[in-house]
DNA sequence: TAGTAGATTATATTTATTCTAAACTGTTGA
DNA sequence: TCAACAGTTTAGAATAAATATAATCTACTA
């Protein structure tokens, strides 16, 4: 199994155990060929459906954190009641589709740099991240 | 008392019966000097410290609602297990402190046009927001 | 001022998330 | 090789934000 090794060793290096349910849900995040955005319940439907194996909720909870402290997952905020969760780590911004409740990733260069013109006093800016909420487009029906 | 004036007016006009708690609430968010971000759990407190009245829990969530689809408030998405509202109901941004878990707002004429070079098909863009995260700066001490 | 739709309330329920503490397992070094 | 142990998993309990319920109350109007 190349995958597993490939995620044995990510893990070891990563200071976590390679335990079978780590490695499951690595398959489960990063086999995909396309980053993706995803809640825990849908996480653990992906698990369920791959299953030869049983995660216990708990520890999904508890590797998506371990993989978020590690930079392996992104956590992104949105008005809803749970968190939702971003394979692709990189700088990016987003749609987020008020009707289907989707995000649709927009790539960094999709977007002209954001230059804020103002700063806070003892600190710094971490990261600079863009919600376009958007809907149906009724007007172009003519 | 004119300000309840002003809010039986407000209530009357979005067609919201104008009930005590329903003002008390309207002065707890609108009598401030400046705009500012809360919780449900910090709204209640700032009504029970100006208390003449009590008012229920579930009073505070349905007049929250109410008055956010009559656009008297917005919703903050943040990362947070609860929501953040605003009475700030302009288009504008956010810095978040990640440390001190604060909303600071950010005016639109502070952050240079947002351009997306991209579209969705069947989809307009409602709204665009940035939320900038920082942190304490430890490098500025030398 | 009575009737009624709308509003409030205490309370129960829902649901995402976290906690607990017992059982289990990957790692290490003797 | 394997005992020991720290790290991990787990079922189930606990927590807490948010919503639902359904009885009571009240602002409005005719
Ligand atoms: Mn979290
Ligand atoms: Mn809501
Ligand atoms: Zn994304
Ligand atoms: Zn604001």
Same mark, same amino acid.
């Given at each position: 199994m190349a995958y597993?090794?490939?995620?044995?060793? @990510?893990l070891r290096k990563s200071g976590l155990r390679p335990t079978k349910q780590r490695i499951k849900i690595c398959e489960a +995040?990063?086999?995909?060929?396309? &980053?993706?955005h995803?809640?825990?319940?849908? +996480?653990?439907?992906?698990?369920?459906?791959? $299953?030869?194996? @049983?995660?216990?909720? $708990?520890?999904v909870y508890n590797t998506?954190?371990?993989f978020m402290k590690k930079g392996y997952l992104k956590e992104i905020p949105l008005n809803a009641s749970q968190s939702y969760y971003d394979t692709n780590v990189t700088h990016h911004h987003h749609f987020f589709d008020e009707e289907e409740n989707k995000l649709i990733d927009i790539h960094q260069d999709?977007?002209?740099e954001?230059?804020?013109?103002? &700063?806070i006093p003892g600190k710094k800016i971490r990261s600079v991240e863009v919600i376009a909420?958007?809907?149906?487009?009724?007007?172009?029906?003519?």
């Open positions: 597993s090794d490939q995620y044995i060793d @990510k +995040l990063f086999n995909a060929e396309k &980053t993706f995803f809640t825990i319940k849908e +996480l653990v439907k992906i698990i369920e459906n791959q $299953a030869n194996i @049983k995660v216990s909720l $708990a520890t998506v954190h371990a999709d977007v002209d954001i230059n804020i013109k103002r &700063t909420k958007i809907v149906s487009d009724n007007q172009s029906q003519k």
